[in-house]
């Protein structure tokens, strides 16, 4: 997939989310109505008060659990999509390599980059669009939680450790949390690439701000579980897909390519006769 289709892809899907986000502002009730409100946020919001009655009438303990299990049941779409990005990361030098070789932009050599680039692909097991589809499964069950605690009116009425989950976090803690999760999260997975992507430094600190702001002016509800689904995150990563372990591995991998091209020239290099 070429990079103005995959930015086409990326695009639909903020589309994606912004549409779902923006289709309903209104309190969930039973008597909502649509497809996404009646049938996803009300049941969502449905089983976050379920599992907030299992432990005491604890909203706050609700949000963790229900995100908790969310996540978890996004785990193997999650890893497949971190799997795809990497593999597609380590192929950048390669590449880069072809679309210098094939520079020119007439027909018969865009289609021989083309050709080059899928067999590349094939040979090294990926799939572009690999990377792509998870995102458009994560992202509207994403939402529909973001919505289901944001439009259920029960949960803002609660209180949890300091705070009133209807109400911004006095202390600023959660909001700092979240943003610092989220900063994290980002960098833990930049760190894994074989090469920097200019986008995914800049994500790595618009993001957080983002996440800082909303988290100072919005209901604690939402802070917490931003703070849950980072930290989630963050853990998922460490454990499936550690950074520190794949640029280890990384290093070394360059290391011994360099020893051996060093001992190759060695042994081609002439030696040179001792004088009598």
Not at 153 to 161: A, C, D, I, R
Request: charged share 20%; net charge positive.
């Amino acid at each position: 997939m070429n990079k103005r289709k995959r930015l086409l892809l990326l695009l639909g899907t903020v589309l994606l989310a912004v549409v779902l986000v923006g289709c309903g502002t209104s309190p969930i009730t039973e008597q909502s109505t649509g497809i996404w409100d009646k049938y996803v946020i009300f049941n969502f919001s449905r089983v976050i008060i379920w599992l907030s009655n299992l432990f005491g009438g604890s909203y706050g303990v609700g949000i963790i659990v229900f995100t908790l299990i969310i996540r978890l049941i996004l785990l193997p779409v999650m890893h497949g999509q971190t799997k795809s990005t990497r593999k597609m990361s380590e192929l950048q030098p390669q590449l880069k390599e072809l679309q210098t070789k094939y520079a020119s932009k007439d027909t018969d050599t865009q289609n021989k980059l083309k050709e080059e680039t899928s067999k590349l692909y094939s040979e090294a097991g990926v799939n572009p669009v690999a990377g792509c589809l998870p995102l458009l499964i994560q992202m509207p069950v994403l939402i529909a939680m973001y919505q289901a605690i944001s439009r259920t009116e029960v949960l803002k009425t609660g209180n949890f450790l300091w705070m009133n989950l209807g109400a911004p976090d006095p202390f600023f803690i959660l909001p700092i949390l979240a943003a610092i999760l989220t900063f994290a999260t980002t960098k833990l997975s930049t760190m894994s690439q074989a090469e920097a992507n200019p986008t995914t430094t800049t994500m790595l600190y618009v993001m957080p701000a983002l996440i800082l702001f909303m988290g100072i002016t919005l209901p604690s509800a939402l802070s917490l579980y931003w703070v849950v689904g980072n930290a989630f995150s963050v853990a998922q990563t460490l454990l499936l897909n550690n950074p520190f372990k794949i640029k280890k591995e990384r290093d070394e991998k360059i290391k011994t390519e360099r020893d051996r091209q060093r001992a190759l020239e060695k042994a081609l290099k002439p030696k040179k006769k001792k004088k009598r």
